[in-house]
């Protein structure tokens, strides 16, 4: 502690260079992973391939007085940190928070976006130097001291590191231990009772690596690991808002990420399928399908406003950033992005990409719903142009209704539609809405009426009578669609009032080499051969350069995504901030090994399974759990993995554990998501009733509810409370990484809700079936305990646990007799619920 | 078979208190866990005690949120220029949500000056206008949004988005919680109805979730779950919890070092506690005749709200940081379109007597210093008539007021046009607002931050300022 003050006092600016990495030295002090070294020889001794470069040296331009305010003003922030956070200070001494707070400002190209947006456009491209925005090389494995424990390449990384800190890799875990973390850790619940007996039995060679090819091709698989991208891709069946909607036609695209984890479609064809699969496949469901990555967002429909347009964009392309390149674009809606090379001259390139692009529901058939359309559209025809008829009618009887309107609105208003018109769209959307009020008058007086004496009710009979006649509807799902080029105007400080030029689209320069982007038609390099029918589109070219390993961020998007399969796999990232690789994230704790990784992922056709399986066939992975002092001493927060960390279950897991161990979890893949009944109280919201909201809570308990968490909807301002009490996080943002909470609530919640004593019900009941009992008074209890031991915990109770959980069923019997037996097992099943062992896997 | 062990019953009957319980599990590791849960209050962030001496007195607030958007033009903003313009078209450019805006449209109501301070209160907060000494009225305030939900999100988190941690959440993340059974931040409704925007509106957004807003309903089982199921008897939970702790020892002697194992082990003490000490902050039977008809508990009308009120001063005393209350959901709410003079008199005679009972209470009880009550809406209506009675939103210049917490009592700052439709002077943004009731709080809105998506974010993000001069 006392050297990592110091450092803060009196910092100096040496930059290491590392490899591509660049690190920072204070006082002399090199400051890496936690530890510090007073001599650039100790810092060698820990790294041996570092070269520490004086700052001074790569110092390129004098801007002594900017530089000057800076200090002062960084380091008065400094300071207020500094007291605001006594407390949490071992916490915020994370060397890298230390390089954030301390960072040399102001220099070299790092720095040199400029903050006053009027300037944006002079704001030089140059190749921004940062570690993660580098070209990958693919280092080499080091050589290692001790090699007994080694088993891929992975373990040379960590082994590397681990004896220059002189620790010892803990021992590999036991057999059932390892077989619970692998469920956890693939397919996302705890294992079948036999899997686990009859994993511990087999002793033949590879059976470790078995058992992972086996789960990696388990469909349950696709479905626990599409749950991080969907986090990550803010998904919700939703609209969120004040009407808040459900969006029947939501869940084609979380079906596509489940079906791409489990088909293990290549991560870069992932990506840009999720960006342009309407333009790129059009005649592919799936590819339509995926594109629902940017349509998940929460989505006001009520009176929204033009502010809103610029907030949902803003959303698009923040979401699409730093989940794809962990780069927070965001921050540069209104002014240049304060610490990393992104201009505000990009955010609007990209604003540029999406502006023209539209919601829409795409039938998702393999020829794009064309034989659906050659029934269907010339009911449609008519269909709309009867609803035109019937709307110009509402308007030619309203006139009045359209009185706040300019002459030049209306102007608009009676131009055919186009699509792309947004100001159309929105004075439609508007106008639409004052008459809908009245709508509901209208029908009223058109009841009064004698049906055949008005037009308009003729109308509505032919609109009754074509909707009749349409043929089934093919599936449908929300996506994106359109992205015509366009340009869009700079907003300062994103106020819609202050515009400062146009700019048309563009990517992210400081990721971009070989192509100038901010010149007219750059973005054309990545489209240059559409189809000859179609015009470029810059969204299909976005797509292309997302995933471009030469020009574009090919190589940070592997070094992403590597990161959050690692975080999944052992809780916190090689880089602890998954969404942010640049300046205010933090270093990599094993740098090469994050190199090594994203390059494996390039060179194996971008195949994510391959990294699982290396992750998870690793030395590093098998380590068991135990802590001895050294490492907690040395390394408390483990980042250096010399051992394995028990992790809690995410709300899903522990949904998916639940309905298991209850016996009632069939294989149930794909199609709408169920609403559980929750309890009355905790639904709030709508314009209506809660009843028509969500279902309300019954004892019923019916097969079709029992899918994996997955499928449970989330409807944004009413969620379900067991997902949100477990941080399920609640669609709003692109979550890169969920919160652990701990609550007294969550006791409550596992302690007194139905689903949980339902739950133990039905697993006593399954418990007391599987140990061949006739009768619950016949029955060998110590059975029935080691029963529930291994449906539970995957493992026998041993001498004290079964005694403790005899005595328990004992004292109940004595206390209450007028209790049923089985209910009592039920409230030992519970129990077992409640434990740490349930909610944190070793 | 099952053995009979009196050993085991004694044990079980004999419950270890915490202390044993957890000096005796996971050794040293246990003792260290123990030291950080013994000390209930946890680290307050809040330090910042420079300027005023009212600057840091706020220990607790207590929200008022008329939702749908009061008329502050016919409560507190009296603009006597509204009867000159009666009937009129509305002399310039009007934004409202719904196009077409009516003529202006005077008060139904009569205003009168109350207090020393002598401010102007309508006739349909009798009650409150009594108290109009300890309130700071803010007569220009201003928000982003026009329409509720948006709004609400502005005015709880700063943003017009969903997703933002709201003012609750980075109060109890910033003073840390003081209860030791209840949550730091607790929410109540109107019974009526839940306002839109459901749970999103008291959000903790990327903060940690224990500064979530958790829902408090005004029954013996104020809590979700709080209620424990019929067939599980008291005695047979005590039995379970025992049994945990036995598990749960054993795992922590195999896990030491392992923070988050021990919190869990609380957490499960602390919910069988709470089980009646939150039944007991529901309970205001406890309290007396006379205080419970002070917060109109025996006139039908308001008496939903009054409990609500009472309840929120009996958990300021338990130590809660943030209560916010809404009166109106979606239905029963403030939002008139049409009839605003019957509707609000209504809305009025639900509130008027529990919140002129509670800022009574609070002070007879000395804690109005330290409890700081805020009261307002979304936005605003407009001086133009909607539906030829009613007021259409106004979220450019509309009244919010404060009392207590070190807030200048008997005071009004800021001024709007002769309309009640801009301000002309001292106009107050929500980030103005919320860096004032930190600043109240003894926080500094630009200090108070957490680190996500690339950047230290706070309550404010670089906007706003705290406003001196409402500072006591």
Not at chain 1, 291 to 297: C, E, K, L, Q
Request: glycine share 8%; aromatic share 8%.
């Amino acid at each position: 502690m006392a050297v990592f003050r110091n450092a803060f006092r009196n910092w100096s600016a040496i930059h290491v260079r590392w490899t591509s990495l660049i690190c920072l030295t204070l006082c002399g002090v090199l400051v890496y992973g936690g530890f510090g070294w007073n001599s650039e020889a100790g810092f060698h001794e820990f790294c041996e391939d570092a070269v520490v470069v004086q700052y001074s040296t790569i110092q390129r331009r004098n801007a002594q007085e900017k530089q000057e305010r800076e200090d002062q003003e960084n380091e008065n922030r400094r300071q207020k940190h500094l007291k605001a956070d006594q407390e949490t200070l071992q916490e915020r001494l994370k060397w890298t928070r230390v390089i954030s707070d301390v960072h040399p400002p102001s220099e070299g190209p790092l720095r040199r976006a400029v903050t006053d947006v009027g300037a944006t456009h002079a704001v030089a491209h140059e190749k921004a130097q940062f570690w993660s925005f580098q070209p990958l090389n693919r280092p080499t494995p080091p050589h290692v001291q001790s090699t007994t424990w080694l088993r891929n390449p992975i373990d040379r990384f960590i082994a590397a590191q681990l004896e220059r800190l002189g620790l010892e890799p803990n021992q590999e875990a036991e057999r059932q231990v390892l077989c619970r973390r692998l469920w956890y850790g693939l397919v996302g619940h705890a294992p079948p009772p036999e899997e686990v007996m009859g994993y511990a039995a087999d002793d033949r060679a590879m059976a470790y690596e078995r058992l992972v090819s086996r789960l990696l091709s388990n469909p349950g698989f696709g479905e626990h690991w599409a749950r991080m991208w969907l986090d990550l891709a803010r998904y919700a069946d939703s609209n969120g808002y004040e009407e808040d909607e459900l969006r029947p036609h939501a869940y084609p695209y979380r079906d596509f990420v489940i079906w791409a984890m489990n088909q293990d479609l290549s991560f870069d064809r992932f990506i840009r399928w999720q960006i342009a699969g309407d333009l790129i496949e059009p005649d592919n469901p799936l590819a339509v399908a995926a594109t629902g990555f940017f349509t998940a967002a929460p989505y006001n429909t009520f009176f929204p406003q033009e502010a809103e347009r610029f907030t949902e964009l803003d959303d698009m392309v923040s979401t699409m950033t730093s989940s794809m390149l962990g780069l927070s674009v965001g921050c540069a809606r209104c002014h240049d992005h304060k610490h990393d090379p992104i201009p505000t001259r990009d955010y609007y390139g990209l604003i540029a990409v999406f502006i023209n692009t539209r919601r829409t529901h795409s039938y998702l058939i393999p020829d794009g719903g064309q034989d659906y359309r050659i029934l269907a559209d010339p009911v449609n025809k008519r269909l709309e142009e009867v609803k035109q008829i019937r709307t110009a009618w509402i308007k030619e009887n309203n006139i009045q209704e359209l009185e706040g309107f300019t002459e030049e609105e209306k102007d608009l208003l009676r131009q055919p539609i186009d699509p792309d018109n947004m100001e159309q769209e929105r004075l439609i959307s508007l106008c639409e809405r004052c008459l809908l009020i009245m709508d509901d008058q209208i029908d009223d007086e058109i009841d009064a009426l004698p049906q055949d004496e008005t037009r308009f009710a003729q109308l509505l009979d032919e609109i009754e009578g074509l909707e009749a006649n349409l043929p089934p509807r093919p599936p449908m799902g929300l996506t994106l669609s359109g992205g015509a080029a366009t340009q869009t105007p700079i907003l300062i400080g994103g106020d819609l009032r202050r515009r400062d030029g146009e700019v048309e689209s563009g990517f992210v320069t400081a990721v971009t080499s070989g192509v100038p982007v901010w010149e007219n038609g750059a973005w054309e390099a990545w489209d240059e051969s559409p189809a000859e029918d179609s015009a470029s589109v810059p969204r299909r070219a976005l797509a292309r350069w997302m995933t471009d390993t030469q020009r574009g961020p090919g190589p940070l998007l592997a070094r992403v995504i590597v990161n959050r399969l690692w975080q999944q796999h052992f809780g916190q990232g090689l880089v602890r901030t998954t969404n942010d690789f640049g300046q205010q994230g933090e270093l990599p704790s094993h740098p090469l090994l994050l190199e090594w990784l994203a390059c494996e992922l390039m060179d194996n056709n971008w195949s994510l399974k391959h990294i699982h399986r290396l992750i998870v066939t690793s030395a590093t992975y098998r380590l068991d759990a135990g802590a001895d002092p050294d490492s907690l001493r040395i390394d408390p927060e483990n980042r250096f993995l010399s051992r394995r960390r028990p992790r809690r279950i995410t709300a899903e897991m522990m949904w998916d554990t639940l309905h298991l161990a209850g016996g009632n979890l069939p294989v149930v893949m794909y199609g709408p998501g169920i609403q559980p009944p929750i309890c009355r109280e905790a639904v709030f919201n709508t314009q209506k009733e809660a009843e028509e909201t969500w279902p309300i809570r019954t004892d019923e308990d019916r097969s079709t509810l029992w899918r994996r968490g997955i499928y449970v909807m989330l409807k944004r301002t009413i969620p379900v409370p067991i997902m949100q009490l477990f941080d399920a996080p609640a669609g709003s943002f692109s979550c890169g990484k969920r919160k652990i909470t701990t609550v007294p609530t969550q006791a409550l919640a596992l302690w007194h809700s139905e689903l949980l004593r339902r739950q133990a019900r039905r697993m006593a009941e399954r418990a007391v079936a599987e140990v061949g009992a006739i009768t619950v008074s016949e029955m060998d209890i110590r059975e029935f305990i080691e029963r529930v031991y291994v449906i539970a915990f995957s493992r026998k109770p041993d001498r004290e646990e079964l005694v403790t959980g005899v005595e328990f069923l004992q004292e109940i019997d004595d206390a209450d007799n007028a209790v049923p037996k089985m209910q009592k097992l039920a409230d030992f099943c519970h129990v077992m619920f409640l434990t740490n062992e349930f909610l944190y896997v070793d | 078979m099952m053995q009979r062990g009196s050993a085991t019953r004694q044990r079980s009957v004999l419950m270890p208190t915490r202390r044993e319980f957890l000096s005796r599990t996971g050794g040293g590791c246990g003792l260290l866990a123990l030291a950080s849960l013994l000390q209930e209050e946890q680290h307050s962030r809040a330090g910042d005690s420079t300027g005023k001496s009212g600057a840091g007195q706020t220990k607790s607030v207590i929200w008022l949120f008329m939702n749908g958007g009061p008329s502050g033009i016919d409560l507190f903003d009296h603009k006597p220029d509204l009867k000159k313009w009666d009937g009129k078209s509305f002399p310039g450019k009007i934004e409202t949500l719904f196009p077409h805006p009516g003529p202006v449209m005077q008060s139904p109501y009569r205003f009168r000056k109350h207090g020393e301070s002598g401010a102007t209160v309508s006739e349909v907060y009798p009650h409150l206008a009594r108290h109009v000494d300890k309130l700071t009225f803010l007569k220009a305030c201003r928000s982003d949004a026009q329409n509720h939900v948006p709004a609400c999100y502005m005015v709880n988190s700063g943003v017009i988005r969903v997703g933002a941690p709201c003012v609750g959440s980075w109060m109890t993340y910033g003073l840390g919680r003081s209860s030791r059974d209840l949550p730091g931040f607790v929410v109540m409704h109107d019974p009526r109805s839940a306002p839109e925007g459901g749970a999103n509106l008291w959000d903790t957004g990327f903060l940690p979730g224990e500064n979530q807003g958790v829902m408090f309903r005004p029954s013996a089982h104020p809590i979700l779950y709080l209620k424990r199921p019929a067939e599980l008897s008291r005695s047979a939970q005590a039995a379970q919890l025992n049994l945990l702790r036995q598990l749960n020892g054993r795992h922590s002697a195999q896990h030491p070092a392992e923070p988050q194992l021990q919190a869990r082990i609380e957490s499960f003490e602390t919910a069988f506690r709470m089980q009646s000490s939150a039944g007991r902050v529901v309970d205001v039977s406890q309290e007396s005749r006379l205080t419970q008809s002070l917060y109109g508990l025996d006139d039908p009308e308001c008496r939903a709200f009054g409990h609500q009120l009472l309840m929120a001063r009996r958990m300021v005393e338990d130590g809660v940081r943030f209560i916010q209350i809404y009166h109106g959901g979606w239905k029963a709410n403030w939002d008139h379109h049409a009839n605003l003079a019957e509707d609000h008199r209504q809305r009025c005679s639900e509130t008027d007597k529990p919140i002129a009972g509670l800022l009574a209470d609070l002070q007879q009880r000395g804690l109005l210093d330290s409890t700081l009550v805020v009261w307002g809406g979304e936005f605003g209506r407009t001086p133009t008539s909607q539906d030829r009675d009613g007021r259409d939103h106004n979220p450019f210049g509309f009244t919010m007021w404060l009392a207590g917490g070190g807030a200048r009592p008997g005071f009004t700052y800021g001024k709007t046009d002769e309309f009640g439709y801009r301000p002309v002077e001292n106009s107050v943004s929500m980030h103005d607002l919320h860096a004032t009731i930190l600043h109240l709080a003894g926080l500094d809105h630009d200090n108070l931050t957490f680190f996500h998506d690339g950047r230290e974010q706070s309550l404010t993000n670089n906007r706003g300022s705290v406003i001196h001069d409402i500072v006591a």
